[in-house]
């Protein structure tokens, strides 16, 4: 049940006695995490929580951390395919020509297939 608003922060309390819980919530979760819990406890606790400001679904830093994610899977990503590259001519597993036509066909790829979703999306 709802009973205050704190700096834009919509706060909920369930149950009416015993010691307060207070449930916090990590990114990218809302007060939403804690219904399975507030069903067990609330009998025996009261129960608070409430949804941080800025991780209502679709708000900024929502939107902000969305694109951190996915940059930071990119950057990872393409890290870990130059190592995978350096290490085949290393080992000797492969010749350097063969690793760099690959990694040219792979991005000339990736590139079409980004050029579509992007066609696609507008």
Same mark, same amino acid.
């Given at each position: 049940?709802?009973?205050?608003?704190?700096?834009?922060?919509?706060?909920?309390?369930d149950g009416d006695r015993g010691p307060v819980v207070l449930m916090l919530h990590g990114w990218p979760d809302t007060r939403l995490l804690w219904e399975?819990?507030?069903?067990?406890?609330?009998?025996?606790?009261?129960?608070?929580?409430?949804?941080?400001?800025?991780?209502?679904?679709?708000?900024? /830093?929502?939107?902000?951390?969305?694109?951190?994610?996915?940059?930071? =899977? *990119? %950057?990872?990503? +393409? #890290?870990?395919?130059?190592?995978?590259?350096?290490?085949?001519?290393?080992?000797?597993?492969?010749?350097?020509?063969?690793?760099?036509?690959? /990694?040219?066909?792979?991005?000339?790829?990736?590139?079409?297939?980004? =050029? *579509? %979703?992007?066609? +696609? #999306?507008?």
């Amino acid at each position: 049940m709802k009973i205050a608003n704190v700096d834009e922060a919509e706060v909920f309390a369930d149950g009416d006695r015993g010691p307060v819980v207070l449930m916090l919530h990590g990114w990218p979760d809302t007060r939403l995490l804690w219904e399975a819990q507030v069903a067990a406890l609330s009998e025996r606790f009261r129960c608070v929580r409430f949804t941080l400001p800025g991780f209502e679904a679709g708000s900024r /830093r929502e939107q902000l951390h969305s694109r951190r994610c996915s940059r930071y =899977i *990119l %950057a990872v990503s +393409t #890290a870990l395919t130059l190592l995978v590259g350096v290490s085949r001519i290393m080992f000797g597993v492969h010749w350097t020509s063969h690793v760099l036509v690959g /990694r040219a066909f792979v991005t000339a790829w990736a590139m079409a297939w980004l =050029i *579509l %979703a992007r066609r +696609t #999306a507008a």
